[in-house]
C-alpha cells in the first residue's frame, strides 16, 4: 500500500470513528467561573421569571448553586470534553448563568452552570449526556421550574425542586444513552413519545408538556468505583422491572403525600425489601410498598454497598442484608448550622435551611440579607398553575410553619429583631437587637418539634448540592451530592449563535 492509498484509508477511517462518537459540548463557560455576567443569550433563552433590584431577573436565587461548590469537570472520572464551537445544530452547550455575584472576600458567587440542548432532539441529546459524562448513572434529575418563582412560599422553601428522576446510563447499539427511573413508574414520567412506555429518554410528557417552565437540576451522589459499580447494576434492575411493568403498581406503588416518607427510626426493611423486589424476589418485610420520587432515589442509593450479583441470598432470608445503609441521614427540617453546629454533624443542614445557606455564602451584608428573605418569603402566596395537588396538599399543611419561616431565618441570621419578637417568648428587650444564641437555639428545636418527621425530599438533595465543601476548615462530612449542571432544552433556533461563534 502506497503512502497516498495509507492516507485515505486512515482518514476514512477516522471519519467514520468521529462520525458514530456524540459530539462535543461546546464550552461557552466564564473563564473566571464565579464571574457576574452571564454568557452570551442566555437572557433570551431563559426569559425573564422574576422582578427585584437586587437579584437577575431570570433564575431566582434560591433555584441556583454556589459556584465554590459546583463539581470540577476536568478532572478524574466527571471529566466532560470540550470543544470551542460546533456547526452542528444538535451540538449542546454549556454556559454560565450567574444570580448573584460574591457579596464579600470570603463569599461565593450563586448560579447555575447552564446546559443548554436541542428540543427537537431529545434522544440524541440523551446520547451526548451520557457520552460526555454530563450525566452519569445513579445521578439525580431534579424538576425545576423558573415560572413558580414568587408564587408559594412553600416552593420557595423547597428551592423549586418538585420531582426527583434517577438517570440510568445504558449502552445500545454501541452508544450510551441517558434514561430516566422514577417513582411513579407511569407512562407519564417513563413514556416517552418517540420510543415507547418505559424507553424513555427525558422525553415523556412530565418532561416536555411544560417545556418553557422546566430546567433538570443534575445532581451527583458521592460514591466509590465499587459503589458506583453496584449502583449501575441495581438501576439497569430498576429499569428492567419498569419496562416489564411487573412490580409496579401492584407490589410498589406511588405515595403524593412527602410529608409521610416510609423511614421510621433508622428501620431499613423497606429498603431490603426493594432490593427484593429489583432481584425478582418477594417482600419480605413490607405486605405493599409506597414511595414518593425522592424516596425510591434515596432508597436504591442505599443498596450501594450491595452487588446484586453476590448478595441476593442475603435477601432471601427475610432479613435486612448488613450492606444497607443510609444514604444520607433522613434530615431535619431545621438543621444546627447556625446554631454552632460543627462540619462533622449529621443534621448541619436541615430540608428548609437552603435559603439561609445559600445567603451565607454569598457573604451578604445585613441589608441584602434582609432583602433576600423577604424576597423568598414576602408573607403572601399567589397561585403556582401546573403543581400537583400533592405539593398543593403538603403547602397547605406546612403553612402555619411557612408563617414563622422569615422571622426564624432573620433571627438565625443575626438580623436586628423587634422588640415584638422578644414579647412573644416572654423577654423585655427595650430596642432592636440580634437575638442571642440560646434564642434561636430555642426557636429551632420549637420548629422542628412541630414539623414533619426526618425526610428526604426532594429539597434534601438540592440542599445536599448546595452545602459548602468545607465549614471552619473541616469537610463537611454530610454533604452527599455535587453540583453538576443545569439541563435546559431549547429550539435549536436560539442555540445557534451560542454553538458556532
Not at 423558573?146 to 440510568?168: D, E, G, K, R
Not at 429498603?271 to 413490607?286: C, E, I, M
Not at 414511595?291 to 450491595?306: G, H, K, N
Not at 420549637?446 to 459548602?468: D, E
Request: proline share 5%.
Amino acid at each position: 500500500m502506497n503512502i497516498k492509498v495509507a492516507l485515505n484509508v486512515f482518514l476514512s477511517t477516522a471519519l467514520v470513528t468521529s462520525t458514530t462518537m456524540a459530539a462535543p459540548i461546546v464550552n461557552r463557560l466564564g473563564k473566571n467561573p464565579f464571574n457576574n455576567q452571564i454568557a452570551a443569550g442566555i437572557e433570551g433563552v431563559l426569559g425573564k421569571a422574576t422582578q427585584s433590584s437586587v437579584l437577575n431577573p431570570s433564575v431566582a436565587f434560591y433555584e441556583t448553586f454556589p459556584a465554590k461548590s459546583m463539581l470540577n469537570l476536568n478532572e478524574g472520572s466527571h471529566k466532560v470534553s470540550f470543544i470551542s464551537k460546533s456547526d452542528d445544530s444538535d451540538s449542546l452547550v454549556m454556559t454560565d448563568y450567574v444570580s448573584i455575584g460574591a457579596q464579600s472576600a470570603q463569599g461565593t458567587a450563586l448560579g447555575l452552570r447552564m446546559t443548554l440542548a436541542p428540543q427537537e432532539s431529545r434522544l440524541k441529546a440523551a446520547q451526548q449526556l451520557a457520552e460526555n459524562n454530563v450525566i452519569r448513572t445513579g445521578d439525580a434529575i431534579v424538576s425545576t421550574r423558573p415560572l413558580f418563582a414568587n408564587s408559594l412560599q412553600y416552593l420557595a422553601l423547597q428551592l423549586l425542586a418538585t420531582h426527583i428522576s434517577t438517570a440510568v446510563v445504558v449502552t445500545e447499539n454501541g452508544k450510551k444513552v441517558v434514561y430516566n427511573i422514577d417513582m411513579p413508574m407511569d407512562s407519564e414520567m417513563l413514556g416517552g413519545a418517540s420510543v415507547g412506555f418505559a424507553k424513555s429518554a427525558l422525553d415523556s410528557n412530565h418532561f416536555t408538556s411544560d417545556n418553557s417552565n422546566l430546567m433538570l437540576h443534575v445532581l451527583r451522589p458521592r460514591l466509590t468505583e465499587d459503589q458506583r459499580s453496584n449502583i449501575q447494576k441495581w438501576f439497569e434492575k430498576a429499569l428492567a422491572q419498569a419496562r416489564s411493568k411487573s412490580i409496579y403498581p401492584s407490589k410498589l406503588s406511588f405515595n403524593s403525600d412527602y410529608n409521610s416518607p416510609m423511614y421510621r427510626n433508622g428501620d431499613l426493611g423497606f429498603v431490603a425489601d426493594t432490593g427484593r423486589l429489583l432481584l425478582g424476589q418477594d417482600l419480605k418485610q413490607n405486605q405493599h410498598l409506597q414511595m414518593f420520587c425522592s424516596e425510591f432515589a434515596w432508597t436504591v442509593l442505599s443498596l450501594r454497598d450491595c452487588n446484586p450479583d453476590t448478595t441476593a441470598s442475603d435477601f432471601k432470608k427475610g432479613k435486612t442484608p448488613s450492606c444497607i445503609s443510609e444514604f444520607f441521614k433522613p434530615m431535619q427540617t431545621f438543621g444546627s448550622a447556625f446554631a454552632g453546629g460543627k462540619a462533622s454533624d449529621q443534621d448541619l443542614f436541615g430540608m428548609t435551611d437552603g435559603i439561609p445557606m445559600l445567603i451565607q455564602q454569598v457573604g451578604a451584608d445585613t441589608k441584602l440579607t434582609s432583602e433576600l428573605i423577604n424576597f423568598a418569603l414576602p408573607g403572601k402566596d399567589r397561585e403556582a398553575k401546573g403543581l400537583s395537588n400533592g405539593h398543593k396538599g403538603v403547602a397547605a399543611l406546612m403553612a402555619p410553619l411557612i408563617a414563622q419561616t422569615n422571622t426564624y431565618f432573620s433571627a438565625i441570621m443575626n438580623l436586628p429583631m423587634p422588640p415584638q419578637f422578644y414579647q412573644a417568648m416572654g423577654m423585655q428587650v427595650p430596642q432592636a437587637m440580634p437575638a442571642p444564641a440560646q434564642v434561636k437555639e430555642g426557636y429551632r428545636a420549637q420548629l422542628n418539634q412541630a414539623a414533619s418527621v426526618r425526610n428526604y425530599s426532594p429539597t434534601g438533595f438540592v440542599v445536599h448540592a448546595g452545602m459548602p465543601h468545607e465549614l471552619n476548615g473541616e469537610k463537611v462530612s454530610q454533604k452527599k451530592f455535587d453540583y453538576v449542571t443545569t439541563i435546559k432544552y431549547v429550539p435549536r433556533a436560539k442555540l445557534k449563535e451560542l454553538q458556532s461563534k
